[in-house]
């Protein structure tokens, strides 16, 4: 984009190819800039001014001009507005790379200067001029971070952007007015840019032969025969020509070595603004710390981010800046060689992530007010005058906008708002005559607004509305007023301490009940909390609890984000749910959806303001192709600032311990994983990658953990995208697991196409031990998208209509009763203590609940039959169910012991696709699966890692789990000293088929 606009400006300049008037010439030129203040007025409105004339100098001179002024002037006001000039400047055109370096140079010196001053300044000015010097650092570095950025993304796609200025080049070849000469002579400056590549001259084929034929028509009209290896004289390269091909030679030359000077005056900027924090703290009397101490220890981090994003894009720096940086950063590329080619693409998004965090900062009152902003928009009470209500929106296409409900009969003229800075909306409320809130408490509210460009007014439910109801009367949801008085909760227990392994329990609420109707906060409270902390799980995941129109999306389909369903019941039902739960030693995470919303416009975001943009991208980026949804715009503050603070409304209002965040897989790509195999490592970093989302995710993570350091965050996220779960400071994204979503998958594969018999013991082994070092994972044999209609549970697949009829205790085993039994056990056994380092359960799979999930629709007829969970199965004695509840609270509880989910991955000593055999070691553990068919072993011999006497710590054929009892519980198993499948000791033991053990050293 850039080399296209500069050919328009050349084009302009020379009067194209076929001549045209001169361009008008800049304003910048036509007045000396003598008045400063009209000098930054012009400045302002610069980059429209380019766009539009085109003048490439314009902005080398307003940058120097800029750049003059900000180190000579003495004024600190001065100073600011010529940074904030200057930094608009950067941001909207990337031209003006060469002055960034004489810029960084003069930054450089006033900081001496200014230590100079500090030298000579008395005790009471050091904290006068740290309060003076706060605001200008801190714009100045935003100006630094901000063009390291862009000088590391041009280094990066240097040679996309040779290629396409090669093909900029080739297609003015045949614009209306070029001469043969001038094709030709374009042709050369586009082999010369790339460096005549092979796959450029590929990409130039047809128009090479084109113009051959050209050259050899104009010969045989002149009565000259051309061969084809006769050359034609070269004509003399026109003045625009020439500088296009001089330009392309020369500016990537230049680039490789100002980065030299680049990065060393940014690492000795470094070094100058460490001298000056310490000088600050020696010099400072006062007990209170100097103001600007903070903001100067964040940005001294921000700058060495800077360099390090300089040092990669320059070869010649790397190694050694690298050895300055943080040692976190470096020891990734240590730990993962394979990611030293990406390096730069990593530290392209970590500095992104900084230079965002660093705006946030700067322009939004830090983080902590950034993600609280949940507090200022929607309804608040007013501090300064009691009753009063004060509503305020994000509405930036709003010609008008009035709230209307209820309480003023529904007549947008009562209650306009006044439109305040970037798109905000404010109205005000005044009490009643009694000094009560004009609005009541459940009254029903939405706000008109008017588009701008005209058009009729629409009605729509606030984006932070707290509740959103469904009449039983109507279709659409509605807004509903909650006062801050009714939100109030008095939590009864602390949080739980975070557990180091987690054992979580999937739930959606409104299906936990055997009744035919949607069940509600107060009944998973009290009827499914207790079975879950019974049952040996220490955390909780919650679906569906953000607003959803549609109850059949599964709460997939978000329409108000900060209201919590209130099919289930008011907001403070489940703040005693959550309270409960933390009361039981259960952590709760909530299944957040911010990777897309619902398309629902009067009661979603959907045409929020009367665009398609406002949350989301406008045009085809903001809409995702399969799921008939809306994408958000991640690079807008405005959509940040909502989803941020949508988080921690969560986590402040109602508790939540942490995230499981879906869809992260669409939100990392452009493409969104549709149809997309990953095979590679350019998978994961190529043009595909949507930065932005990335970024989101970092900052979700630091506000997330900022706000509670034990906070759980987990992403399903499918692609194997590197570096998900290591820390920020690594160059991740900072989540601390991710599901291990290939392993149900495998499962329902396997037993869909597979017999018995031909299972693959090493396929199996590889699908669950293949992740990534260091990012742990949440493994599970299956969870709700399993569940679902269109597809059955694992019980259903091994059993299926036997389910019906041959459950019951009284009955004989059936084989494909006795099989299913016993198989539903290894599946999820292995699953447990070979697959992560985290397990997942979603809820009644642990007794094998028998058929799938329908919610109501008009297809089914509106029925809840298949929409509940039917607790009566598990607790009747005379259904064999039982015995599957039974084998998996045993199979936590040992886990509680043995701490298996929190050991290192485990050695896989035996794969025996003959006797269909697993064998390894975890924690102290030793697990013995024999998947086959018919066939039980007698005295194996098997791998164990310490000596002495072993004891079965689980069985899965033992009688109260609805085995045989093949395997004594009293059995003792003795060492030898004896190598065996590269273990230094060995034992032999009894194997039945279709069973598994679980061994330990005898205490």
């Avoid at 000077?261 to 703290?281: G, I």
């Avoid at 060689?337 to 965002?356: E, N, S």
């Avoid at 509840?885 to 298996?900: G, M, P, T, V």
Wanted: aromatic share 10%; with cysteine.
């Amino acid at each position: 984009a850039l080399f296209v606009h500069r050919m328009a400006s050349l084009k302009a300049a020379t009067g194209g190819g076929g001549g045209g008037p001169a361009p008008p010439r800049s304003p910048l030129k036509q007045r000396r800039a003598t008045d400063d203040r009209s000098l930054v007025d012009d400045l302002q409105l610069l980059p429209r001014q380019i766009r539009a004339l085109g003048g490439i100098s314009d902005c080398h001179t307003a940058a120097r001009v800029l750049a003059d002024k900000l180190f000579c002037s003495e004024k600190q006001s001065d100073v600011l507005s010529y940074s904030v000039a200057l930094s608009a400047l950067c941001k909207d055109y990337n031209g003006i790379a060469r002055e960034i370096f004489g810029i960084l140079e003069r930054y450089r010196r006033t900081l001496g200067r200014w230590i100079h001053t500090l030298n000579a300044a008395s005790e009471g000015d050091v904290d006068a001029l740290c309060v003076q010097w706060d605001a200008v650092l801190t714009v100045l570095l935003e100006l630094a971070c901000r063009h390291g950025h862009i000088m590391g993304q041009l280094a990066l796609d240097a040679d996309v952007y040779k290629r396409l200025s090669a093909e900029v080049l080739a297609s003015r070849c045949y614009e209306p007015g070029e001469t043969a000469g001038s094709r030709t002579q374009l042709i050369y400056c586009a082999m010369e840019a790339c460096e005549s590549q092979p796959e450029l001259t590929q990409r130039l084929a047809p128009i090479l032969q084109k113009m051959k034929s050209e050259r050899e028509e104009v010969a045989r009209s002149a009565g000259a025969s051309v061969g084809d290896g006769a050359q034609s004289p070269m004509p003399s390269l026109q003045p625009a020509e020439d500088w296009v091909m001089t330009y392309c030679r020369d500016e990537w030359s230049w680039l490789e070595g100002g980065l030299d000077r680049f990065t060393t005056a940014l690492f000795d900027l470094t070094l100058t603004l460490c001298r000056l924090r310490t000088k600050l703290k020696a010099q400072s009397q006062s007990k209170k710390e100097p103001p600007s101490l903070a903001v100067l220890g964040r940005i001294w981090q921000q700058v060495q981010d800077v360099c390090l994003t300089t040092a990669v894009v320059n070869p010649t720096a790397d190694q050694s800046l690298l050895n300055r940086a943080p040692s976190k950063l470096a020891e990734t590329f240590t730990e993962d060689p394979h990611l030293r080619p990406y390096l730069k693409r990593v530290i392209d998004r970590y500095t992104t992530f900084q230079a965002m965090r660093l705006r946030i900062d700067t322009e939004f009152g830090g983080m902590d007010a950034f993600s609280r902003a949940y507090e200022r928009f929607g309804f608040s009470a007013s501090e300064t005058n009691p009753g009063e209500i004060i509503f305020r929106e994000w509405c930036p296409g709003a010609e008008s906008l009035s709230l209307v409900g209820e309480f003023n009969d529904w007549d947008p003229r009562k209650n306009p708002a006044v439109r305040k800075m970037d798109g905000d909306w404010e109205v005000k409320i005044p009490p009643r005559a009694d000094g009560s809130a004009a609005i009541p408490a459940g009254s029903r509210v939405r706000i008109s607004i008017v588009p701008k460009g005209g058009g009729a007014a629409v009605t729509r439910i606030p984006a932070w509305i707290e509740r959103a109801e469904q009449p039983n009367d109507e279709i659409e949801f509605v807004g509903v007023y909650v006062p801050p008085e009714q939100q109030a909760y008095t939590w009864k227990h602390p949080r739980p301490s975070t557990p180091k392994a987690l054992r979580i329990y999937e739930a959606h609420v409104g299906i936990a009940s055997d009744e035919l109707k949607v069940a509600s906060y107060k009944n998973f409270t009290t009827n499914v909390l207790p079975r879950i902390a019974a049952q040996g799980y220490n955390s909780v995941q919650l679906m569906a609890i953000m607003e959803h129109a549609y109850y059949g999306s599964f709460g997939y389909q978000v329409t108000n984000f900060f209201a919590a369903s209130s099919r289930f019941g008011p907001m403070i039902d489940l703040c005693e749910l959550i309270d409960t739960a933390h009361g039981l030693g259960l952590v709760v995470l909530l299944d957040v959806v911010h990777s897309h919303a619902s398309k629902n416009v009067v009661d979603g975001l959907n045409m929020f303001d009367g665009t398609d943009a406002c949350y989301f991208h406008g045009g085809p980026r903001g809409n995702h192709p399969l799921w008939d949804s809306r994408l958000f715009n991640y690079s807008s503050p405005q959509v940040l600032r909502f989803l941020l603070s949508n988080l921690r409304w969560y986590m402040e209002q109602f508790h939540f311990d942490g995230f499981r965040f879906d869809g992260v897989t669409s939100m990392l790509y452009h493409h969104h994983g549709c149809g997309k195999v990953f095979t590679n490592y350019d998978d994961y970093f190529g043009m595909d990658t949507d930065v932005e989302a990335e970024v989101y995710l970092m900052l979700a993570n630091l506000m997330v953990h900022s706000v509670n350091p034990g906070a759980v965050t987990v992403a399903e996220e499918v692609s194997g995208m590197p570096l998900l779960c290591r820390p920020l400071e690594y160059g991740g994204f900072g989540f601390d697991y991710r599901l291990a979503m290939a392993v149900p998958d495998y499962w329902i594969k396997t037993l869909k196409e597979k017999k018995d018999e031909d299972w693959d013991m090493e396929e199996m082994v590889h699908v669950l031990i293949n992740r990534r070092y260091k990012e742990p994972v949440i493994a599970y044999a299956e969870s709700h998208d399993q569940a679902l209609v269109g597809d059955k549970t694992l019980a259903f697949w091994l059993m299926d209509k036997e389910m019906y009829t041959h459950m019951s205790t009284l009955s004989d085993h059936t084989p494909l009763i006795e099989r299913g039994i016993a198989m539903h056990k290894l599946l999820r056994m292995i699953t447990h203590t070979l697959a992560g380092e985290g397990y997942l359960n979603f809820i009644g799979n642990e007794f094998g609940h028998p058929e799938w999930l329908d919610f109501p629709r008009k297809e089914n007829g509106e029925s809840y039959h298949y929409c509940r969970r039917q607790w009566k199965l598990v607790d009747d004695e005379l259904l064999r169910y039982k015995f599957l509840n039974e084998f998996d609270k045993r199979l936590n509880a040992i886990e509680q012991q043995a701490q298996w989910l929190q050991a290192p991955q485990a050695f896989v000593s035996l794969k025996h696709n003959g006797d269909k055999l697993v064998v390894f070691d975890r924690a102290s553990c030793v697990f013995i699966f024999n998947f086959h068919v018919s066939k039980s072993f007698a005295d194996y011999k098997i791998g164990c890692a310490h000596p002495g006497k072993y004891k079965v710590l689980l069985c899965t054929d033992d009688v109260e789990f609805g085995g045989q009892g093949r395997v004594s519980a009293s059995g003792e198993y003795f060492s030898t000293p004896t190598q065996w499948h590269n273990r230094p000791h060995s034992l032999q033991i009894y194997v039945p088929s279709r069973c598994a053990l679980i061994l330990t050293v005898a205490q």
